[in-house]
């Protein structure tokens, strides 16, 4: 909860409780809790009152006359009322239930406070648009309408000013961040007011902030969000790879994100869904996976031209276009396999939790990263031997990480903002769940792609269950 929010909060219950003071103190309590809600209340009002306040002002609208009732009556000369004790417990204990159920609602959505990121860079980001002229677009009929991306650039920047306004979380504009945001509720069928707080977080990056001195390149890290997710939604995780001296790149999917609001102001909504049937879904997964990965692919290309400035900006000259890794969550992580099958100039692959849709051949041949929660035959009898099978067959060295307590929403930013239960984010916690996915593929990435020494699977496999398959020939 802000400190208004507490403040109002306090205010309430201070009201209610002073009908059980001695005599004495009722007044002053009363007059000093008033004055605390009404402006506090008032203010909230201007900026924007979230739900989670609702019981709050609803608990203090039903003692508010019974508290001044009292001091008004005195004022005017005739004797107080106060009702009898036995009427007042039961309205009183209705009253501090109903502001008790704020804080605990705020707890359970809260505003996402963001991670401080431990690299010794700060984190700049910015928003860049690009259309491929080659690639006609599959979701439309119009033979004239080309593939285009959204892309959210995270990268190290030069110390930032102690007060520098913070990127807002989910857009570039509050727009963007409530279009977003309501769209990603309505795509999991939660009621939009519920996420509320979602678009009112700042992240650590600053918007446009300068690059880091030095002259330095840095690898490249791109990204795929899940189905019908969006290019923030590892917002905490990109910023802590961009501290330790990565760029990456995080795509939006038109018409496979949620929502996508491009440079002109429109918004494009996500059509895919799950049909309810395995095989007919597998089978569409298979084509949303090969179109995911054509993006990344052209999105790599982009980055090779900026680096050379012929996109201009302030990354010229400052990405290692020959140190990259493609990643991605749930079906992004399908379609960074399959990126990395088609297109050599990916050095390494980690796939959070996706489960491996399309050809497995050709095989893999970069050093590959797969993070997953545990998943049992019961639970998916598909998911692990597929899985094991691609990973197997790769040429290169791969690793396959079980984390105890993950569940699918663990390796994005869902524990920052949604309800603690296990199920839906784990129980990892709030503060271990991006610390875990952050160490685990940051080591993953020094050694694949800066080649640092070092354990590797000793770093792993003291996050979790680790299966390492060496390439065939090592076996």
């Known amino acids: 909860m802000s400190p208004l929010e507490l403040l109002a909060s306090l ?97 359970a959505f809260p505003v996402p406070e963001f991670p401080e990121p431990s690299g010794r860079f700060a984190v700049g980001t910015r928003v860049v648009q690009w259309t491929d002229p080659r690639r006609p677009e599959s979701f439309t009929a119009d033979p004239n309408d080309r593939r285009t991306v959204v892309v959210q650039l995270w990268y190290p920047a030069q110390k930032i000013p102690a007060g520098a306004r913070r990127a807002q979380y989910l857009g570039r504009t509050e727009y963007e961040s409530r279009t977003v945001s309501e769209a990603l509720a309505r795509n999991v069928g939660l009621p939009e007011f519920l996420v509320d707080g979602v678009p009112r977080a700042r992240s650590n990056a600053v918007f446009d902030a300068p690059v880091a001195g030095g002259g330095e ?55 895919i869904a799950s049909t309810g049937d395995r095989e007919k879904d597998d089978e569409l997964a298979v084509g949303w996976t090969a179109v995911r990965a054509a993006d990344l692919t052209f999105v790599l290309t982009q980055l090779n031209r900026l680096d050379r400035g012929e996109n201009g900006g302030p990354l010229a000259g400052r990405l290692n276009t020959d140190q990259v890794a493609v990643t991605g969550h749930s079906m992004g992580g399908a379609a960074a396999l399959q990126a990395a099958r088609q297109d050599r100039r990916f050095d390494a692959v980690i796939d959070l939790d996706g489960y491996p849709h399309g050809p497995t051949s050709p095989s893999l041949d970069q050093p590959t990263l797969a993070l997953t929660q545990a998943i049992t035959s019961g639970t998916d009898p598909h998911y692990i031997p597929r899985l094991t099978e691609a990973l197997k067959s790769n040429t290169a060295t791969s690793y396959r990480l079980t984390i105890p307590g993950a569940a699918h929403l663990t390796f994005m930013d869902g524990p920052l903002y949604l309800p603690p239960v296990p199920s839906i984010v784990g129980s990892l916690g709030r503060a271990e769940s991006p610390r875990v996915v952050a160490a685990t593929t940051l080591a993953f990435l020094d050694t694949t792609l800066r080649h640092e020494p070092g354990d590797l699977a000793g770093v792993l496999s003291a996050h979790g269950d680790l299966s390492v398959h060496p390439p065939e020939g090592r076996r």
């Open 11 to 107: 205010g309430a219950v201070a009201l209610v409780v002073a009908r059980w003071l001695p005599p004495a103190a009722r007044p002053r309590v009363t007059i000093v809790s008033s004055a605390v809600l009404v402006p506090s209340a008032i203010v909230l009002g201007v900026v924007g009152i979230r739900w989670q306040m609702l019981p709050v002002l609803a608990g203090a609208a039903l003692a508010l006359p019974f508290a001044l009732s009292p001091l008004l009556r005195r004022r005017t000369g005739r004797p107080a009322w106060r009702a009898r004790w036995w009427l007042a417990l039961p309205g009183s204990v209705a009253c501090v239930g109903l502001v008790a159920t704020s804080p605990v609602a705020a707890w």
């Open 217 to 271: 390149r840095f690898p490249v890290v791109l990204f795929s969000p899940g189905s019908g997710g969006v290019r923030t939604q590892n917002t905490a995780w990109a910023e802590e790879l961009a501290a330790h001296g990565y760029v990456v790149a995080a795509l939006d999917h038109p018409y496979d994100s949620a929502a996508v609001v491009l440079d002109d102001g429109r918004t494009i909504r996500g059509r």
